[in-house]
């Protein structure tokens, strides 16, 4: 019981707290990135990380083929590491056409979203003129 016949009183909120994320309530109402900056980087994707990316995971087959070879069964006997470090290189190999896979899969959605994007605007201009003939819109 509190002194004095006081009740004790929480927090009371008369309104809603502000908007913390995106969207129609408020936040962040921009695009994070521009169309100019989306081609740049499917650009960097096609020029460089993609094809660094083949050389570096294709860097080690010959060494390791030759080591393969070396290790390999002669007269029946060889070492478990030949068939071992086959296998691990076949992994890589798995490995590294997922991580190319990703890379066209992601350089293809930063193209596809500019496309989307556009043909959005497209479509809501035309929706404009349609109900409001002229449209400020057709300046530009």
Do not use: C
Request: glycine residues 10%.
């Amino acid at each position: 019981m509190a002194a004095s016949g006081s009740e004790h009183i929480g927090m009371r909120l008369n309104q809603y707290p502000a908007d913390q994320g995106g969207g129609p309530g408020g936040g962040q109402q921009k695009l994070a990135s521009t169309p100019a900056q989306k081609k740049a980087a499917a650009d960097a994707l096609q020029e460089n990380i993609k094809p660094q990316t083949n050389t570096a995971g294709h860097h080690a087959d010959d060494a390791t083929s030759e080591t393969v070879k070396a290790f390999d069964a002669k007269d029946g006997h060889g070492w478990f590491m030949s068939s071992a470090l086959k296998k691990a290189h076949k992994t890589w190999g798995e490995q590294m056409q997922a991580q190319m896979n990703r890379l066209h899969a992601d350089q293809a959605a930063l193209l596809r979203t500019n496309i989307q994007l556009s043909n959005t605007d497209l479509a809501a201009r035309s929706g404009v003129q349609g109900v409001h003939t002229p449209s400020i819109f057709d300046k530009y």
